[in-house]
């Protein structure tokens, strides 16, 4: 029997949940609120939800959503979600908050009473964007649009928000897992969606790993691709614009896909959000639109496409389109442009900190220090990523930043008491480029 990962059942919900009180502090910008179960309706499992607003922002367009993925690790991966330096970028970029929940699921229970919106979830989402906007002083959250990235059981949560939400979703990637649109008996707890005319306008990456059903057929990722496809034909066969895009290294793990993910969200979400807060979505144009064959790697401008374009995997534009090609191919999805320069460089003693936000297109990878001229260190020592790229802040397994969060400080442990040194740090982005 195939099954996916956030098909997790369990016969007994009795056992205690594991703590979930091990996460970084929500002070301003970061802002926290925390259901215990049932207290939002039907939602069995207690939440807890973390959101970042931009600095300096007047009235936020947008909510991004990072959504885990299903078992207690993923939950508790949620924690640090919104604390994401890259992410950060993206939300800033478009006057957006970056929300992270973190669904308190103990290992065994049955991960489809959260990743099911309709169990209570989308209830509880939408009532802490209401109380998370009277803390923050941005009420207008419970008004603006969503865009949802969703890591397996997270990406059947994403799914079945915009096929119950469509009018509110600006764009959502689903991350090895989708909703299921048709009954299967090995997937007998799992209700159906069904397909609303509206929810064809929004935009949509479904990115399955290629060992997760595609080039490996067996295992316990195998029927992501099945599901996957299904969910793909069935929205594509009526016009709906959505896309894949296989990650060609991976299996369940997120891999590089963040640098794919962040460059679609950033084109949709360009066009997408409504001048104004509250205002209705923006239609996502059509006419540059590129295509490709299912399982393809090369994508042609939708009116040199050749085939039958309702089963055609649907990309934006051509920008888009170019990164794509690259992703599928190797996941080396290029940059060519510095990221930003570090700010607010303090020298207490022998002890450095600064401040930096990641490159958009790429992150960072790490940061060069310099004394007097000559390189003295790197933070961290050697970056880590047992997912993908080497990355500053470290990745779980849901795609969110590793605990406890890594901080923007250096000792020297050489300065010469009593002399006076010139300090420079530098930024380093995961395709190896320095900033200025």
């Known amino acids: 029997m195939r099954t ?116 209570g979830s989308g209830a509880a989402f939408q009532k802490c964007l209401v109380d998370l906007g009277a803390k923050s002083g941005h009420p207008e959250l419970s008004k603006v649009p969503w865009a949802l990235w969703g890591h397996s059981g997270g990406g059947h949560w994403a799914g079945g928000m915009i096929l119950t939400h469509p009018d509110r979703v600006a764009a959502a990637w689903l991350r090895s897992g989708v909703p299921l649109l048709k009954a299967n008996p090995d997937r007998s707890t799992i209700k159906t969606h069904t397909v609303p005319e509206d929810a064809l306008k929004v935009p ?44 060609p290294l991976t299996a369940h793990e997120c891999g590089n896909q963040r640098y794919m993910a962040i460059a679609w969200l950033d084109a949709c979400l360009s066009v997408r959000l409504p001048k104004n807060s509250g205002d209705p979505l923006n239609a996502m144009p059509t006419d540059g639109a590129w295509l490709s064959p299912l399982l393809g790697t090369e994508a042609v401008p939708a009116a040199k496409f050749t085939g039958d374009a309702n089963k055609a995997v649907w990309l934006p534009n051509e920008s888009v389109s170019k990164a794509w090609m690259h992703y599928v191919n190797d996941t080396a999805v290029p940059d060519t442009t510095p990221p930003p320069s570090p700010t607010n460089l303090r020298v207490n003693g022998n002890e450095l900190a600064w401040d930096a936000e990641a490159d958009l297109e790429s992150g960072i990878a790490s940061f060069i220090i310099e004394r007097d001229g000559q390189v003295i260190g790197n933070v961290p020592e050697q970056p880590k990523n047992p997912f993908g790229r080497p990355i500053f802040q470290g990745l779980q397994y849901s795609d969110t930043p590793a605990m406890p969060l890594v901080k923007m400080t250096f000792t020297d442990m050489k300065a010469e008491e009593g002399k006076k040194h010139a300090y420079r740090v530098i930024a380093v982005n995961t395709a190896g480029l320095k900033s200025k």
Request: glycine fraction near 10%; hydrophobic fraction near 40%; aromatic fraction near 12%.
């Open 4 to 119: 996916i990962t956030f098909f997790l059942l369990a016969t007994s919900l009795s056992a205690q949940n594991a703590p979930y009180d091990v996460f970084p502090a929500a002070d301003p910008p970061y802002y926290r609120v925390r259901y215990e179960a049932k207290q939002t309706g039907d939602l069995i499992f207690p939440v807890n939800y973390t959101i970042w607003i931009p600095p300096g922002v007047t009235s936020v367009r947008g909510v991004i959503v990072h959504q885990h993925g299903c078992g207690e690790g993923s939950c508790k991966s949620g924690l640090t979600g919104a604390f994401d330096l890259h992410w950060q970028a993206l939300a800033k970029k478009h006057d957006c908050a970056l929300l992270a929940p973190s669904y308190e699921q103990p290992e065994k229970a049955d991960c489809q009473m959260w990743c099911d919106p309709r169990n």
């Open 204 to 247: 949509v990456m479904c990115n399955p790993g290629t060992k997760e059903g595609v080039t490996v057929k067996e295992g316990r990722f195998a029927g992501v691709w099945p599901a996957n496809e299904e969910f793909f034909n069935a929205v594509r066969g009526k016009g709906g614009l959505v896309g894949v895009a296989v990650d």
